[in-house]
């Protein structure tokens, strides 16, 4: 036969039939199946990779090395104790002359039933003191509450009539406070709506004089219009013309970059979202500022036109005798254009600088966060590894308490089936005086039993008390004197006995 000791630990295919061998097996809880050796190849699976099989292997090869060294110690166990049998052959020749069970032979040579019964007296005492003293506790608990009750009856009756009096107090407080706050706020409004109405004359009044002012102005300002709005015009016309020329320029600029812009995208697809919804917003902006500047223009022109045409037909009358007032205005005037121009075009150059480097930055910020997204990636991709390998020793942990719970209950099990069948050997031994002290164990719970019982009691008649808030200690009293009358509690259970005699 093979056994646990001369069985192939490297074979797949053995099997393990000593019969001794298998009862260590069983009382171990293990099975048989577990002690055989199983290659790596039969833990492959095409979704894990070698590293998580090897790790399976490795695991499961430990476990069956564990298991087989405990069912070799329990076999070396089991050999020794079967080695011992044979030792209780006095007691059997002994059996065999008197005709009667080693059981009987026992129980006649024990003191086993006179110690039984002492101990049932002594725990019928102790149950009795214990219930006495347990049941006077509740009892005077009981009169506490009861007079505890009383007091604080009194006591709730006082608290009512002073918050009553204190609410009282209060409403009236409360009434004034919102009288005085209702007159401050009608007070504050009325000095609000005075301030207002000062306000709106002051304001009346200054409008009256700024149109007197703009009226002077306007005179004074059309001696000096026509030239000026000649040059002026000629200005503005050099002036859309390089604009257009710097739109253009700007156009193909942006093309260019959006077709950069472009090939970015195809290379990154992760950022392709993001990256749209940032041009399309800048592009946005760019059009709506230059379609305010273009509006803008326009409306000027507009003003100006308009202006120009009410000028003209006043400015005819005028011509001669202001004409070199106004050749000495216009090359002031001029002047002054240049100077303005000159303004306008620094104010140019620095938007374009700002506009050139805040498309670096972002650029920068662009290439930035494409680095961060790469990181990102190898960051999850070392993550996922790193969680798969997690799950895979999570599931062997549980897969390792799964077993070791399996092998206990299976453990359990046979132990249970030892007991069993040494309590079915030992029956013969044990019958003639099992169910005496059956019986006083029975008598030792129940007195047990009936104490709590009857310490329950008297807690749900407190209770009941408690809940009705009526505490009548009297009752309770005779309640307690008619427990403690119980059969239970006294030495009259023991009159009767199951033993037979021994005559």
Known sequence: MTSLVNFDEENAKAVITSPRSLQACKQEGILPEELIYKPVEAFQDKNLSPRLVKLRYDFFEAKRRDLLAAARQAREVLLADWEKEGSDSQLQMVAQESGLSKGAILALNSDTLKLERQKLLKAQEIERKWLSQALDCELKQLKALESANEFLDSAAKDQQALMREQSRKMKEMNDRRAAEEERKQLEMEARAKLEKQLA??????????????????????????????????????????????????????QARKDEMKAQDQRRIDLMNQKQEAFQELMRE????????????????????????????????????????????????????????????????????????????????????????????????????????FKRELDGLRAKNKDINVERQRRREQAEREAIAEAVKKKDEKIDHLNVERHRMWELRRAAQAEAYKARELVKDEILKQRIESKFDSKRLENKLGSLMQSDLFSAKILQSSSLPSLH
């Open 285 to 388: 902006r760019k059009e709506a500022r230059d379609m305010k500047i273009c509006k803008s223009i326009l409306q000027n022109q507009s003003i100006e036109r308009k202006r120009r045409e009410d000028f003209e037909k006043k400015q005819q009358e005028e011509a001669n005798r202001e004409e070199r007032l106004m050749q000495a205005m216009a090359e002031k005037q001029e002047e002054n254009a240049k100077k303005s121009f000159q303004t306008m075009m620094r104010r140019r150059i620095i938007a374009d600088e700002a506009s050139r480097k805040a498309e670096e930055r972002r650029n920068s910020i662009l290439d930035q966060q494409e680095e961060t997204e790469y990181r990102l990636m190898e960051h999850d991709a070392k993550k996922e590894r790193y969680l798969d």
């Open 200 to 253: 709106k004359e002051e304001f009346h009044k200054q409008q009256l004089e700024m149109q007197h002012k703009r009226k002077l102005e306007a005179q004074r300002a059309k001696e000096l219009h026509d030239r000026q709005m000649k040059e002026a015009e000629r200005k503005r016309e050099l002036e859309r013309e390089k604009e257009r020329k710097r739109e253009q320029e700007a156009r193909e600029l």
